[in-house]
């Protein structure tokens, strides 16, 4: 049964959101719904996830770019192996002991999230994105949340 939601918190403060959240309610599937420059900012809090043995699920949504911390995406990879995924979310999730999976196409995630669901305890979750695809919704720089953006390429004019 889907629950409340937190959505408008600042980058970086989702996963340790998330760790308030399932203390809080500790019988409910608490899901942390992050952006791969928001999780790195905090990523040591996959420590205190294994520690306290927090059954926090971790859905990263990872196109490499910080898309909401600066706007002329920043790459986040190594630029010697632009092939590869770099850092690798999963090394971390697994140096603490957590499991993890990646997803590379769409048609796989609707099975990749059951996985995560059905899970028990802590989950870590990659689902790698273009970097071209638009995170949204946003509140594009400069503006408030009247001018939060939902649809579309989220570009926006002042």
């Not at 980058?11 to 790195?40: C, E, K, T």
């Not at 859905?59 to 190594?78: E, F, I, K, S, V």
């Not at 099975?111 to 802590?122: N, R, S």
């Amino acid at each position: 049964r889907p629950g409340p939601v937190l959505v408008d918190v600042p980058m970086g403060l989702r996963l340790p959101a998330a760790i308030g959240a399932s203390i809080a309610n500790p019988d409910a599937i608490v899901v942390d719904n992050d952006g791969d420059g928001s999780f790195i900012m905090n990523v040591q809090e996959l420590a205190t996830i294994r520690v306290e043995n927090l059954p926090v699920k971790i859905l990263l949504l990872n196109n490499q770019h910080p898309w909401h911390a600066n706007r002329a995406h920043t790459y986040l990879g190594d630029p010697a192996k632009k092939k590869e995924i770099f850092p690798n979310m999963l090394q971390f999730a697994a140096a603490c002991g957590i499991p993890a999976a990646r997803v590379t196409k769409k048609e796989n995630l609707r099975q990749a999230i059951q996985t995560m669901v059905d899970t028990p305890g802590l989950y870590l979750l990659g689902v790698i994105c273009p970097h071209q695809e638009h995170v949204l919704p946003m509140i594009p720089s400069g503006g408030t949340f009247n001018d939060v953006i939902t649809e579309g390429d989220g570009r926006t004019k002042y």
